[in-house]
């Protein structure tokens, strides 16, 4: 028995003696030591060459998990409950996926999977329902968190539920299709898809129970030629019996029209009557003139943002679609599969779901049925606790909540020349640029030093133990396939000499020098960092001198590939087997959506987008980094890190809606108007919004901060403040002045109650905002509040100069003294960026005391309801101020004995103190909208030019 055998035996069966002893008050390594100890002296033939402290690391990060409930928003009109425990007895499919999943996850990560595939699953309709039915879901995900397993998952509980037909539509390209393929032979069929073998291979599951008489059967291979065909229609005649079929398949016009058709000609039951096909509908699709009535379908769509949204805008009269539409032709076919079903259920899973929600969710049409808008649910998958994603990395929390992102980013600017148009790899380039450099091999320095740190990422996670598993260094830095031959070249070059002058040992001092020189720099510099960040791991490094000599022996095993549709190169981690695979991986499209790298340690990333979609699914060191998060490293550009961050907050923000709808019972549709009022502007393709040249905004209930400050505008922003300031002295008194009390004074504050809003928007035309805050424009902001003053809503402001309450002070007004904040940033050319402003207590001031007191409730509420969710035991904190969103809730829509005041709005004005010198004290401000029920917007103007320019994909 191999010694990863051995370890995954240990650690197995002490979380199982860990769940049964009913003694244990809490989970200590001392505790877990005292298991490791007892489960060897019962098999002391374990013990033989094992690691023990490495099985106790690995013990004590599993149990530092800690994983929140999902949430979900769902319409079950016309759906009957069905899943319960007596319908799951004998479950086979989903118990030996979930054996397999304990030897590598935490239990109370498969917990959370084991629940999460169950509330997914209840949602959908019972496979043994009689009648004609349809179900349309989407699942959205972190990126890189985990969204395989789960539907992986699924998959397993469906089957064992009785859904015969499964099919996966796995991406566009043949390498992710593969990719999805291996994995569902360990997690789902248990046996390898090997055309070349006579006799199936047992892996994943099928060496947890091997019975035959369960396999799944599978039309599609592992294989990069694997995917459903014509040749494959031809041998393949299937009807109703125990076991399930499995499809993997591209999204692909050949694929699916291939696959379509073999369902209307081979599975297809009952003729139906739909027409021939819509206008303009290409003759080579095939049409849907018969139902499958005995075979229950389930369709997982995975990256269902891509590929499968219908870009064309169906027209509408009278609330009626119209039926000549003709959607686009990925799309059409998927829902052609779907309509040739009488029973089907479809489930989409992505971790950028905008253009599934942009989905018009009343579009249908004769031959392809309903448009695949999530109708039936949307279900948002939590991450454990060790998931980095965006928010860990690139955080765009400032000094008030006293929060970092992990400095694990390095931001490059030696791969263009200044203007942007020359050097290595300007931004803008075309398919016949020769990326061209005279020091470093024909390499920028930044590039040169990224490889080098993957180097001895991979030299330190052998010294670590994980030797035998798999480490991926992502170059990412153009879409042109030509371009990446010529860098794939250069640093294949660059690897192999670094490898011989190693192989000299000591001689070479140049080659040493540099790799000590980083090594001291920034792993040994950014140790300390590291400490306490994920439970359970210590992060330390070991000395220099093992490092170098593991180094030796490490850069033999790494293999540079070229990841794109012309080169043969692939990414088969299965087939790397114990060893592990070393691969810098050089693409572009293929690497941008979808494709794993397992183990990514560096990244090194040059391509832009303003999409928010678009660069999310571009960021594949998402993810988890058991015991090597300290090593890994993404060098990228300063645009890029203000990008992400930007997006960051916009994800968190639209999370945090999404709960909030959760808890009051809204349905998918509330959801979908919900994110076309968002004020993050590019969430998706222009042409998935079918939206061509404008969007819809309200900031009804939220908070808008300055974070892009424009530094060339400082002194007309202080002009409009001195104005605003003015207009707040002249206005009357409000009348219920005395009645709003202060959540905790500030020596330095100053504050006007029930001022009019022709301040207000006075003050936002006049201040400047810069045009990189695309989500805090100046003009736009003060069309929502004439608009919504015109409903009476409002009309009366908190104006708040505000400050620290202790420091050195400034005068910032004719008689405004405060004390200046301090807020960490960057300059960058004309802008200042932060990343919070707002001190959160700052906008709870201009409440009435009856307000207060509700909004305290609320927020206890709110705290007790998430913590029921994620079935946790109720907050014993006392609630003493109220949050932010519970505070605008009730400012705008009231509470039981507390009238609603829509028409109070609050500005926070702050004088910002940059951490970094300079001689004058910039502006900011903040608005807090209260919530509002009238649901009013203003919209958001930009030209096709503009759209292509700035905004399309690189």
């Known amino acids: 028995m191999s010694e990863d055998l051995r370890q995954i035996k240990v650690i197995k069966v002490v979380q199982e003696l860990v769940a049964d002893d009913d003694a244990a008050t809490s989970i200590t390594p001392a505790l877990l030591a005292e298991k490791v100890d007892a489960v060897l002296r019962m098999n002391p033939r374990w013990r033989d060459g094992l690691n023990v402290q490495a099985v106790l690391d690995e013990l004590i990060r599993r149990f530092s998990v800690r994983l929140e409930r999902d949430t979900s928003l769902h319409d079950d009109d016309d759906h009957e409950n069905w899943l319960d425990g007596a319908r799951q007895q004998g479950w086979k499919y989903w118990q030996r996926y979930r054996e397999w999943l304990e030897r590598s996850l935490p239990w109370d990560v498969v917990d959370g999977l084991d629940r999460s595939t169950n509330d997914i699953l209840k949602r959908l309709e019972d496979p043994n329902r009689a009648g004609s039915w349809s179900r349309r879901g989407l699942v959205v995900g972190h990126v890189q968190s985990g969204k395989t397993g789960n539907f992986t998952g699924l998959i397993n509980k469906a089957a064992d539920a009785n859904y015969k037909i499964i099919i996966v539509l796995s991406g566009l390209h043949n390498n992710l299709r593969s990719q999805t393929q291996l994995r569902l032979e360990e997690g789902f069929l248990g046996y390898q898809t090997d055309t070349r073998q006579d006799l199936p291979k047992p892996i994943g599951v099928g060496l947890i129970d091997s019975d035959s008489s369960i396999a799944p059967n599978c039309a599609t291979t592992r294989a990069d030629s694997g995917d459903f065909s014509k040749v494959v229609a031809r041998r393949l005649a299937i009807a109703p019996e125990a076991r399930p079929w499995l499809f993997v398949v591209k999204k692909n016009k050949t694929?699916?029209?291939?696959?379509?058709?073999?369902?209307?000609?081979?599975?297809?039951?009952?003729?139906?009557?739909?027409?021939?096909?819509?206008?303009?509908?290409?003759?080579?699709?095939?049409?849907?003139?018969?139902?499958?009535?005995?075979?229950?379908?389930?369709?997982?769509?995975?990256?269902?943002?891509?590929?499968?949204?219908?870009?064309?805008?169906?027209?509408?009269?009278?609330?009626?679609?119209?039926?000549?539409?003709?959607?686009?032709?990925?799309?059409?076919?998927?829902?052609?599969?779907?309509?040739?079903?009488?029973?089907?259920?479809?489930?989409?899973?992505?971790?950028?779901?905008?253009?599934?929600?942009?989905?018009?969710?009343?579009?249908?049409?004769?031959?392809?049925?309903?448009?695949?808008?999530?109708?039936?649910?949307?279900?948002?998958?939590?991450?454990?606790?060790?998931?980095?994603?965006?928010?860990?990395?690139?955080?765009?929390?400032?000094?008030?909540?006293?929060?970092?992102?992990?400095?694990?980013?390095?931001?490059?600017?030696?791969?263009?020349?200044?203007?942007?148009?020359?050097?290595?790899?300007?931004?803008?380039?075309?398919?016949?640029?020769?990326?061209?450099?005279?020091?470093?091999?024909?390499?920028?320095?930044?590039?040169?030093?990224?490889?080098?740190?993957?180097?001895?990422?991979?030299?330190?996670?052998?010294?670590?133990?994980?030797?035998?598993?798999?480490?991926?260094?992502?170059?990412?830095?153009?879409?042109?396939?030509?371009?990446?031959?010529?860098?794939?070249?250069?640093?294949?070059?660059?690897?192999?000499?670094?490898?011989?002058?190693?192989?000299?040992?000591?001689?070479?001092?140049?080659?040493?020098?540099?790799?000590?020189?980083?090594?001291?720099?920034?792993?040994?510099?950014?140790?300390?960092?590291?400490?306490?960040?994920?439970?359970?791991?210590?992060?330390?490094?070991?000395?220099?001198?093992?490092?170098?000599?593991?180094?030796?022996?490490?850069?033999?095993?790494?293999?540079?590939?070229?990841?794109?549709?012309?080169?043969?190169?692939?990414?088969?981690?299965?087939?790397?087997g114990a060893k592990g695979l070393r691969v810098i991986a050089v693409g572009g499209d293929k690497l941008a959506r979808g494709l794993t790298l397992e183990g990514l340690t560096t990244s090194y990333f040059l391509r832009a987008s303003k999409m928010y979609d678009t660069l999310m699914q571009m960021g594949r060191w998402f993810g988890y980094r058991p015991n090597y998060l300290d090593l890994t490293r993404i060098y990228t550009t300063h645009e890029l890190v203000e990008w992400f961050g930007h997006i960051a907050d916009a994800a968190s923000e639209l999370r945090e809606e999404f709960d909030e709808m959760a808890l009051t019972g809204a349905k998918p549709r509330q959801f979908g108007l919900k994110v076309q009022s968002h004020d993050v502007l590019l969430v998706t393709s222009q042409v998935k919004m079918h939206s061509a040249r404008s969007l819809q905004i309200s900031f009804s209930g939220r908070v808008v901060q300055t974070v892009s400050l424009a530094s060339y505008a400082t002194q007309r922003n202080w002009d409009a403040v001195a104005r605003l300031v003015q207009a707040a002295r002249t206005s009357p008194m409000d009348a219920t002045a005395g009645n709003r009390i202060r959540p905790e004074p500030k020596s330095s504050i100053t504050i006007w109650e029930g001022i009019g809003y022709a301040a207000i928007t006075d003050f936002l035309v006049s201040f400047v905002t810069h045009p990189a805050a695309y989500r805090v424009n100046g003009p736009l902001l003060a069309e929502f509040v004439q608009l919504m003053a015109s409903h009476g809503e409002l009309t009366k402001w908190t104006v708040v100069i505000a400050g620290k309450g202790s420091g050195s002070t400034r005068e910032v007004a004719p008689g405004v003294i405060v004390s200046p904040v301090t807020r960490n940033g960057e300059v960058a050319g004309d802008r200042f960026s932060i990343g919070t402003l707002l001190d959160p207590k700052d906008e709870l001031y201009g409440m009435s005391e009856a307000q207060w007191d509700a909004a305290v409730v609320e927020t206890s509420r709110r705290a007790k309801e998430k913590a029921r969710k994620n079935g946790d035991a109720a907050p014993t904190t006392i609630v003493d101020a109220p949050s932010g969103p519970a505070a605008r809730y009730v400012r705008g829509m009231g509470s039981p004995g507390v009238r609603p005041e829509p028409e109070r709005g609050v500005i926070v004005i702050y004088a910002i103190e940059p951490v970094s010198p300079a001689d004058e004290l910039i502006p900011g401000f903040v608005l807090s909208f209260p919530d509002s029920g009238r649901g009013a917007r203003v919209e958001y103007k930009m030209n096709n030019v503009m759209w292509e320019t700035d905004y399309a994909t690189a």
Request: overall charge negative; glycine content about 8%.
């Open 255 to 576: 694929v699916l029209s291939d696959l379509l058709r073999w369902i209307q000609t081979r599975v297809a039951d009952l003729p139906v009557d739909l027409g021939d096909g819509e206008a303009g509908d290409p003759r080579d699709l095939p049409l849907v003139r018969k139902r499958v009535t005995q075979l229950p379908l389930l369709i997982i769509d995975d990256e269902a943002d891509n590929g499968s949204v219908d870009t064309k805008e169906q027209l509408f009269v009278d609330g009626k679609p119209d039926e000549e539409h003709s959607p686009t032709t990925i799309n059409k076919l998927i829902r052609r599969i779907l309509n040739s079903f009488t029973r089907s259920a479809y489930v989409g899973y992505t971790a950028t779901p905008f253009a599934n929600i942009f989905i018009h969710e009343r579009g249908s049409t004769r031959q392809e049925g309903a448009d695949l808008f999530p109708s039936a649910f949307i279900h948002s998958l939590s991450a454990p606790s060790n998931y980095v994603g965006p928010s860990r990395i690139f955080s765009g929390k400032g000094a008030v909540e006293g929060r970092a992102g992990l400095p694990v980013v390095r931001t490059v600017d030696d791969y263009c020349s200044d203007d942007g148009r020359g050097g290595w790899m300007p931004p803008r380039h075309d398919a016949s640029h020769v990326p061209f450099i005279e020091e470093d091999g024909n390499l920028p320095k930044s590039l040169v030093e990224a490889i080098d740190s993957f180097l001895i990422a991979c030299a330190i996670r052998n010294i670590r133990g994980q030797r035998a598993k798999h480490a991926s260094m992502l170059v990412h830095v153009t879409r042109y396939t030509m371009v990446q031959n010529h860098l794939y070249t250069d640093i294949e070059t660059h690897v192999r000499r670094t490898r011989q002058r190693l192989a000299r040992g000591l001689a070479d001092e140049a080659t040493t020098r540099r790799l000590r020189t980083l090594w001291d720099a920034d792993f040994v510099a950014n140790e300390r960092a590291f400490q306490g960040v994920i439970d359970g791991e210590e992060c330390v490094l070991p000395s220099w001198e093992s490092v170098l000599a593991e180094l030796v022996v490490s850069i033999a095993d790494i293999d540079v590939k070229m990841i794109n549709g012309k080169a043969k190169d692939a990414l088969d981690y299965v087939e790397g």
